[in-house]
Nanobody, 127 residues
Framework: VQLQASGGGLVQPGGSLTLSCAAS????????TGWFRQAAGKEHEFVAS????????YYAESVKGRFTISRDNAKNTVYLQMNSLKPEDTAVYYC?????????????????????WGQGTQVTVSS
């Protein structure tokens, strides 16, 4: 599975951005796709994940109510709609796919469960 993330950029606080993650290769082998982010000098942080079969979604507490993850099965693409952006959302955002069965938030939030990673896309929230 190859993943291509796009959509990052510079946005003012309170603004919105939509990230896209397009899958190719063997996209149907993915069980779920998630977004992680890494701010400068920090560890990877789980942001959101969506299960391809049931469409179940999981969010980090820090983004609940502001971010929405969705999928387009026909396009093998996952989106991350980010609203009410804050400076602390500034980071490189990565999409990742896991191929094994996963159950519960503890699994979806664990970066080590994900087998494939795309390149990052920079999101900068600044005035």
């Amino acid at each position: 599975v190859q993943l291509q993330a796009s959509g990052g950029g510079l946005v003012q606080p309170g603004g919105s951005l939509t990230l896209s993650c397009a899958a190719s290769g063997r996209p149907n082998s993915a069980y779920a796709t998630g977004w992680f982010r890494q701010a400068a000098g920090k560890e990877h942080e789980f942001v959101a994940s969506i299960n391809w079969r049931g469409g179940y979604t999981y969010y980090a507490e820090s983004v609940k109510g502001r971010f929405t993850i969705s999928r387009d099965n026909a396009k093998n693409t996952v989106y991350l709609q980010m609203n009410s952006l804050k400076p602390e959302d500034t980071a490189v955002y990565y999409c990742a796919a896991l191929t094994a069965y996963c159950s519960g938030s503890g699994c979806y939030e664990n970066r080590y469960e994900y087998d494939y990673w795309g390149q990052g896309t920079q999101v900068t929230v600044s005035s």
